[in-house]
């Protein structure tokens, strides 16, 4: 949820969009696939709707997902692909939603769990760090069209001794039905193609993985590391290097043993496909959300709630009770060392927290690690974090994260002098400016 490394890329770049330009007559399934390589290469716009489903068992566990989406291609590498997902199991999980675009201004992502808009190094990185969130469209089809190798290959060259399975009806249309191996699948995609459009109408394919072929075996390296700090908005310097680089390896073993003895099926199906249209700039512009006093995923409490009162053990010895603070703004940032977005975000609080300390402003970090050692390394090579940090020892489930209901982080709650919050999930600029509000409305009261 909280993860946009490149790396969600080697599981959402599995799947394939093809289309077929051979006459019926003809129909020799590597020759369908040859010419589908090069029918969408000259494309000029695609827009389409779909669904994405995901049936798999993780830990002896069902998890299931669908996600809606909507996309648009053009070229050269113009893009906006917007979803919604939900996990049907878990009615209480809220749907998470976002999109990803270039029109021409550079690629950026918005995730509605992050509230935030990240611009990225490349076309790859954008659609790299949302492949994990949108059923793994994202990396299906511009990478075919864009020439996109380094964000998983050019899967339609990769797909190996295609047979024919017969025809069916997709959407209205006849459709080629298509099976081809992967060398990281034990189970081939199938491929339903159109045969009028030459478009393909639904794509599926096993999660089971080769032994040995697991993409999680691979070591980071420190380029990547660099281009995920950027999309995210941190500077990669050395230090912030070396924290990156512990969050990523351990997140990396983390989809290691998950997709280790992995099962199910992912399947995408595209519908209203359209190809030829007129599209602008404008026709992939993303308007992103306007800030809501709400998270999707922490929505024990929202603006205008009274903060419940804690007496909680600091990091290093002592309590805080939060009740001593009244009369001034308290920003209070749940977080973890193994959270990227929540390390990404703390050279503004760092910044904010020096301009506002001496105007009435108390930050209380609330972390979620479980290593006390990990903590105290972490702020060992970060000496600016002086604000005090409450820490359980727990990553979900103690008793301040209990209490406020976090479910997911990045989370943060904004305080008045009254202990009233005034926001929630304030990051960036949207936070300095209502600190600064805030405090100067304390400062005028207080003379």
Request: net charge negative.
């Amino acid at each position: 949820m909280i993860d946009t490394i490149p790396r969600l890329a080697a599981l959402g770049s599995f799947f394939l969009l093809v289309a077929v330009s051979v006459p019926a007559e003809e129909a020799d399934p590597q020759a369908i696939l040859d010419a589908t390589l090069e029918n969408y290469r000259t494309i000029k716009t695609l827009t389409a709707r779909g669904k994405a489903q995901t049936s798999m068992k993780v830990n002896d566990q069902d998890v299931n997902s669908v996600t809606e989406f909507s996309l648009k291609i053009g070229r050269p590498n113009r893009y906006l692909i917007e979803w919604e997902s939900q996990m049907p199991g878990l009615p209480d999980m809220p749907n998470n939603f976002g999109a990803v675009w270039n029109a021409g201004e550079g690629p950026y992502h918005y995730l509605n769990f992050m509230g935030t808009t990240n611009k990225a190094e490349s076309d790859s990185m954008a659609l790299a760090a949302v492949a994990g969130v949108c059923g793994g469209v994202s990396t299906t089809l511009p990478p075919i069209m864009f020439d996109l190798i380094d964000i998983g290959g050019n899967l339609l060259v990769q797909l190996k001794e295609p047979k024919l399975a017969g025809e069916e009806e997709i959407g209205g249309e006849s459709c080629h039905v298509i099976k081809a191996g992967h060398e990281l699948f034990t189970e081939p995609y199938t491929l339903w193609i159109s045969k009028d459009r030459h478009l393909l109408r639904k794509i599926s394919h096993g999660l089971a993985m080769v032994a040995g072929r697991n993409p999680f075996d691979q070591e980071i390296s420190d380029e990547e590391i660099i281009a995920t700090m950027k999309s995210l908005g941190q500077d990669p310097t050395e230090d912030a290097v070396k924290q990156m680089r512990r969050i990523m390896e351990e997140q990396r073993d983390q989809m290691k043993a998950v997709t280790k003895d992995l099962q199910g099926e992912m399947t995408e199906f595209y519908e209203e496909v359209d190809i030829g249209s007129e599209l602008t700039a404008a026709d992939f512009e993303y308007e992103v959300p306007a800030a809501v006093e709400s998270s999707p995923y922490n929505n024990k409490f929202k603006a205008g709630d009274r903060a419940p009162n804690f007496e909680a053990p600091l990091f290093g010895g002592g309590t805080l009770k939060l009740s001593s603070l009244r009369g001034q703004v308290v920003f209070i940032d749940f977080w973890a060392t193994w959270c990227a977005p929540c390390v990404a975000e703390l050279p503004n609080v760092e910044r904010i927290w020096k301009t506002y300390k001496d105007k009435g402003l108390v930050v209380i970090g609330v972390s979620l690690d479980s290593s006390e050692d990990r903590l105290a390394n972490f702020l060992e090579d970060h000496p600016a974090m002086t604000w005090p940090q409450v820490f359980e020892g727990k990553k979900i489930g103690g008793a301040v994260s209990g209490l406020y209901g976090i479910e997911a982080i990045p989370h943060t709650l904004l305080l008045d002098g009254t202990g009233q919050i005034r926001h929630v999930g304030l990051r960036g600029e949207d936070l300095e400016r209502s600190i600064r509000q805030l405090t100067a409305s304390a400062g005028a009261k207080s003379d």
